[in-house]
């Protein structure tokens, strides 16, 4: 239980057509859902592109930025995470609020972006910490085809781990620190 004697596995959905709905979470090591307020941040620096926009939630884990792209206009979410009880409640979650365009993909990241790529707006990475996933996973979304022309890419890491090198034609737009998470986000050109 947290201080106002809720569960402390939830997250609440920010903005919206879900805004204030509360969706629980698995306690699983590493499983650690973006913080309201860098959701907040990050949304507000979305809101041009995300309307109609395709999003891939690598590391989906909760799902908190992928169901937050749905709630607020996404076309479509594809949800990427490997551990079997979220990806569970995930789908749990997900048919409570009838998201009609949502996809859940039970893999393993790296292992789902060996496949031929998709193109996509918007890219969630939030990857667990500690693991050295994010340049290996950026180097896969660029050369797999995974990211649409002028693609708009969310890395969440340890605020205090240098920022990861980035493909040649990434450009970092924005970034910020809550706490002990670094947030970046970074645009294809």
């Known amino acids: 239980m947290n201080r106002r004697g809720r569960p402390s596995n939830q997250l609440r959905i920010i903005g919206g057509q879900w805004r204030s709905r509360r969706l629980a979470f698995p306690d699983l090591p590493g499983l650690r859902p973006t913080p309201d307020r860098v959701r907040e941040t990050l949304f507000n620096w979305l809101t ?93 979304l660029e050369q797999g085809g995974w990211l649409a022309a002028n693609a708009w890419i969310y890395l969440e890491a340890e605020a205090n781990q240098p920022a990861p090198a980035l493909p040649a034609d990434w450009t970092l737009h924005r970034e910020k620190i809550a706490g002990t998470v670094a947030y970046r986000l970074a645009v294809k050109q």
């Open 48 to 140: 041009p592109v995300l309307p109609g926009a395709r999003c891939l939630d690598l590391f989906a884990g909760s799902g908190a930025l992928g169901i937050e792209a749905l709630s607020r206009g996404a076309a479509e979410t594809v949800f990427v995470e490997h551990h079997p009880l979220a990806v569970r409640t995930l789908r749990e979650n997900l048919a409570r609020l009838n998201a009609q365009s949502a996809r859940v993909e039970p893999a393993e990241a790296l292992a789902w972006l060996r496949q031929p790529g998709i193109p996509f707006e918007i890219v969630f990475l939030d990857p667990p910490f500690g693991e050295g996933l994010l340049e290996p996973v950026c180097a896969q």
